[in-house]
T-cell receptor, first 117, second 112 residues
Framework: DTAVSQTPKYLVTQMGNDKSIKCEQNLGHDTMYWYKQDSKKFLKIMFSYNNKELIINETVPNRFSPKSPDKAHLNLHINSLELGDSAVYFC????????????????FGPGTRLLVL | QKEVEQNSGPLSVPEGAIASLNCTYSDRGSQSFFWYRQYSGKSPELIMFIYSNGDKEDGRFTAQLNKASQYVSLLIRDSQPSDSATYLCAVNIRGTASKLTFGTGTRLQVTL
């Protein structure tokens, strides 16, 4: 009965490879996110989708491409992996608060630990 | 100036004491504030949120918000060794949909 799940949990790969991370939530939420947590533990949002529509796109290299086939799934594809991409990637979900409402609680998945060699 | 600032710590408190974790934010349009706890190697989990000025209590946790001073804090009463973790302050700014901006976290150590 996992609320937000991610696969894989660990990913070790060579520079230049292309890889994907998958996320699924069964909370009935309509908004999903990708965050990157670096080695200094700083957690920064990358993307957010609401009902399959991209609503937040931070300054992220275009090697990163999110895809949301439906509101319960959000995948992240990374092309031409670089050493600096090594981090923990967290997926999260919430109900959409809207631009004028108060923020909704976000629930995080277990994380995908990516190591680029 | 960082959007959300926290002292990285570690903050060391003895078991049974009150731990006080602080967070300041730069955008006066910030409207909702969240405290997450993250154990080493785990994902962030929500402790509590606060929207209005004043105090909000939930069990051993109290969140305090002062919008005039752009300051939010988390008090943990009767600290336990199991409270040892990194505490992340997160802020939602009005008009930014569901975007949360996180601080770098404060590492709390509760000693026996």
């Amino acid at each position: 009965d996992t609320a937000v799940s991610q696969t894989p949990k660990y990913l070790v790969t060579q520079m230049g490879n292309d890889k994907s991370i998958k996320c699924e939530q069964n909370l009935g939420h309509d908004t999903m996110y990708w965050y990157k947590q670096d080695s200094k533990k700083f957690l920064k949002i990358m993307f957010s989708y609401n009902n399959k529509e991209l609503i937040i796109n931070e300054t992220v290299p275009n090697r990163f491409s999110p895809k949301s086939p439906d509101k319960a799934h959000l995948n992240l594809h990374i092309n031409s992996l670089e050493l600096g991409d090594s981090a923990v990637y967290f997926c999260a979900s919430s109900l959409f608060a809207g631009t004028t409402a108060l923020g909704e609680t976000q629930y995080f998945g277990p994380g995908t630990r990516l190591l680029v060699l | 100036q960082k959007e959300v600032e926290q002292n990285s710590g570690p903050l060391s408190v003895p078991e049974g004491a009150i731990a006080s974790l602080n967070c300041t934010y730069s955008d006066r349009g910030s409207q909702s504030f969240f405290w997450y706890r993250q154990y080493s190697g785990k994902s962030p989990e929500l402790i509590m949120f606060i929207y209005s000025n004043g105090d909000k209590e939930d069990g051993r946790f109290t969140a305090q918000l002062n919008k005039a001073s752009q300051y939010v804090s988390l008090l943990i009463r009767d600290s336990q060794p199991s409270d040892s973790a990194t505490y992340l302050c997160a802020v939602n700014i009005r008009g930014t949909a569901s975007k949360l901006t996180f601080g770098t976290g404060t590492r709390l150590q509760v000693t026996l």
